[in-house]
């Protein structure tokens, strides 16, 4: 067995996270659930819509470092307030299609 140490503060965000995610499921709303997932991550393909770049723009950010992810099967999914911080601080540009 592996023992895994792992500072307070994040043991007690997951801990909540995951007692959040229970409630969900024992109340059977998961709609609101998928809500609260949206808030939170936004899959690429929609990301790259909606900055008016490519997938492979995205996927230059993510080999550099500059934007973590998530994947879940074969699609790719991005946390928005980190996108929002790289828009914000001019990491990303968005170009818009006229």
Do not use: N
Request: charged share 30%; hydrophobic share 40%; net charge positive.
């Amino acid at each position: 067995m592996d023992i895994v140490a792992i500072e307070r503060a994040s043991f007690d965000s997951f801990r909540k996270k995951l007692e959040q995610i229970l409630s969900l499921v024992d109340s059977g709303s998961l709609s609101s659930f998928d809500t609260y997932i949206e808030k939170e991550w936004i899959e690429g393909r929609t990301l790259a819509t909606s900055l008016h770049i490519s997938l492979r723009s995205l996927q230059t950010l993510r080999e550099r470092g500059k934007l973590s992810f998530s994947t879940v099967g074969k699609k790719v999914y991005y946390k928005v307030a980190e996108v929002q911080k790289l828009l914000d601080l001019g990491r990303i540009k968005i170009t818009t299609k006229e």
